[in-house]
Antibody
Framework: QVQLVQSGAEVKKPGASVTVSCKASGYTFTGYYMHWVRQAPGQGLEWLGWISPNNGGTKYAQKFQGRVTLTRDTSISTAYMEVSRLRSDDTAVYYC???????????WGQGTLVTVSS | SYELTQPPSVSVSPGQTASITCSGDKLGDKFACWYQQKPGQSPVLVIYQDDKRPSGIPERFSGSNSGNTATLTISGTQILDEADYYCQAWDSSIVLFGGGTKVTVL
């Protein structure tokens, strides 16, 4: 069965960086895009970007261009999201989600809470 | 930039039909999908490619997409369907989400 297991909660100070990992299992990692989505407390879903594990190609939401970096390690079927220059309004639950073509995000990780506080 | 607009809330009585709309310019020319999210949980895909249900999603969930509006319909709504629902589409290799609709069953 498809599983996406994310790393644990993080607490960071403003200006720092954070990296969240997403380990995939139960399917061919290189066969599907991996998306990253976040949800601030009490707010809706916000898409950050996607990475193609096959070739490392990426696409970012304009808002996060230059501050979010998506990478992957195919040897361990793991995707990574780094957010730099953290601000308090980056406090959110960050999700990875498997993408099927240019269509749906069909499996989601359990989410990782990132808290940015001085 | 492209936007998807949803009503903030919808109320429905148990056993009745709930309809949630998602509006966007020529949305019917794109594929729309829908996610259900309950408090403290990750989103769950309930409709993809406008009107398809993933395995395990009850038949009472259905979808349509035409013109500028995609619609998620929950027939015979149950108490356990109370949740936030988000529409999603692609535009120019970018993923877009609607703002979400809170469905209250009372």
């Amino acid at each position: 069965q498809v599983q996406l297991v994310q790393s644990g909660a993080e607490v960071k100070k403003p200006g720092a960086s954070v990296t969240v990992s997403c380990k995939a299992s139960g399917y061919t990692f290189t066969g599907y895009y991996m998306h990253w989505v976040r949800q601030a407390p009490g707010q809706g879903l916000e898409w950050l970007g996607w990475i193609s594990p096959n070739n490392g190609g990426t696409k970012y939401a304009q808002k996060f261009q230059g501050r979010v970096t998506l990478t992957r390690d195919t040897s361990i079927s793991t995707a990574y999201m780094e957010v730099s220059r953290l601000r308090s309004d980056d406090t959110a639950v960050y999700y990875c989600a498997r993408g099927t073509g240019f269509s749906q995000l069909d499996f989601w990780g359990q989410g990782t809470l990132v808290t940015v506080s001085s | 930039s492209y936007e998807l607009t949803q009503p903030p809330s919808v109320s429905v009585s148990p056993g009745q039909t709930a309809s949630i709309t998602c509006s966007g310019d020529k949305l019917g020319d794109k594929f729309a999908c829908w996610y259900q999210q309950k408090p403290g949980q990750s989103p769950v895909l309930v409709i993809y490619q406008d009107d398809k249900r993933p395995s395990g999603i009850p038949e009472r969930f259905s979808g349509s997409n035409s013109g500028n509006t995609a619609t998620l319909t929950i027939s015979g709504t149950q108490i356990l369907d109370e949740a936030d629902y988000y529409c999603q589409a692609w535009d120019s290799s970018i993923v877009l989400f609607g703002g979400g609709t809170k469905v209250t069953v009372l």
